[in-house]
């Protein structure tokens, strides 16, 4: 909790801890409900790729919260290799392409706040990062329009 304190009084906005916590407990719930119990021929599987992104947002917002430039960078890029990955591809839809461009977009500029020192900076471009998973996740949520 001491980290998370002295996080604040370094100017770190508490809407924006507010919101990972909230996306953090969110998202874990809805993976937990998702997994089917004793599935045939379940086997350790590597975390999916949501889930990867997700640690990886909170790698990030460790590195911010505890000053940690090449955290907040190595988390960047994670991030940056899973909007890559096929499965972000399957969507044709242009929408959702956009989407994931926004997504990159913001993750580049958290990037290179984190390359130039600045905190501030990838304090900000944190938060929309944050705001792009949220729109694609209510993107993909609404009933589709034919
Ligand atoms: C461009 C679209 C897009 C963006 C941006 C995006 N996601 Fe997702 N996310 C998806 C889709 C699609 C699914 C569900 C389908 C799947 O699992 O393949 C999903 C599912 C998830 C899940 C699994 C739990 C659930 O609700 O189904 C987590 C966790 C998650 N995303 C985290 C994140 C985080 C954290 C970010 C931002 C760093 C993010 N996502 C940004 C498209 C996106």
């Known amino acids: 909790m001491r980290m998370w304190t002295r996080f ?15 996306l953090a407990l ?35 917002l460790k590195g ?11 988390n960047g890029d994670l991030m940056q290799r899973i909007s890559l990955i096929d499965q972000w591809l399957k969507y044709p839809d242009t929408e959702y392409g956009n989407l994931t461009q926004n997504f990159r977009r913001a993750v580049e500029n958290m990037i ?6 600045n905190l501030e900076g990838a304090t900000l471009y944190f938060q929309n990062v944050t705001t792009t998973c949220l729109e694609c996740h209510t993107f993909m949520r609404e009933p589709k329009k034919q």
């Open 64 to 74: 911010i919260a505890t000053r940690d430039f090449a955290m907040i960078r190595e």
């Open 8 to 22: 604040l009084r370094m100017g770190g906005s508490a809407t924006l801890l507010a919101l990972a916590l909230t």
């Open 112 to 117: 290179m706040s984190a390359d130039a020192e």
């Open 26 to 60: 969110a998202d874990t719930r809805a993976v937990a409900a998702e997994e089917p119990e004793g599935q045939e021929g379940a086997t350790q599987k590597p975390p999916p790729l949501m889930v990867q992104k997700l640690d990886a947002m909170q790698g990030a």
